[in-house]
């Protein structure tokens, strides 16, 4: 699994949890663990640029995508 793909599911999950708390579907997960969950996607994103592009990789223009 390349980089890229790992940060389109994230994307995925990252619209789904929180709209999932928007309709109430409080028996899948309670607010709190939606938050943490999304949080924790969240930094697993930064972590992935960092490691694959480094810190200056986070700030410089990105090229576009093809």
């Known amino acids: 699994m390349n980089t890229n793909l790992l940060h389109?599911?994230?994307?995925?999950?990252?619209?789904?949890?929180p709209a999932l708390e928007v309709f109430d579907w409080t028996?899948?997960?309670?607010?709190?663990?939606?938050?943490?969950?999304?949080?924790?996607?969240?930094?697993?994103k930064i972590?992935?640029?960092?490691?694959?592009d480094g810190v200056t990789g986070l700030a410089k223009q990105q090229p576009p995508v093809q």
């Open 8 to 17: 389109n599911i994230i994307n995925i999950l990252l619209i789904l949890i």
């Open 27 to 44: 028996p899948f997960f309670s607010q709190q663990i939606a938050l943490q969950i999304v949080g924790g996607l969240g930094l697993a």
């Open 47 to 52: 972590l992935i640029n960092l490691i694959r």
